[in-house]
Nanobody, 128 residues
């Protein structure tokens, strides 16, 4: 079992920045890929960014490329999402997810079904 807890969400003006954190406890996720997804009201959950187990490979969605950066600190079992130049359309609940079933996998998962564990989410609201 892996427990994921997100933090760092809040209200920010357009153009501002926020840094989300995801803390993993229980069975360690240090050898598993991690990802961030988001879900806006009335919309499906969508991929935002993901990082390989060793941090060497990252993938961002087209909508956040150049503005968001995912990173991880395996010593602290933590994954971060640095969000810059925020836009009102970034408003959503942001979820952290872990691909626990596949250990030290090659590649970076970008689909919801590839992730086994999810956090409860943290709200990000960007005002115009």
């Amino acid at each position: 079992q892996v427990q994921l807890v997100e933090s760092g969400g809040g209200l920010v003006q357009a153009g501002g920045s926020l840094r989300l954190s995801c803390s993993a406890s229980g069975r360690t996720a240090s050898r598993n890929a991690m990802g961030w997804f988001r879900q806006a009201p009335g919309k499906e959950r969508e991929f935002v960014a993901a990082i390989s187990w060793n941090g060497r490979n990252t993938v961002n969605s087209a909508s956040v490329k150049g503005r968001f950066t995912i990173s991880r600190d395996n010593a602290k079992n933590t994954v971060h999402l640095q969000m810059n130049s925020l836009k009102p359309e970034d408003t959503a609940v942001y979820y952290c997810a872990a691909d626990v079933a596949r250990v030290a996998r090659v590649g970076v998962p970008t689909h919801l079904y590839e992730y086994d564990y999810w956090g409860q989410g943290t709200q990000v609201t960007v005002s115009s």
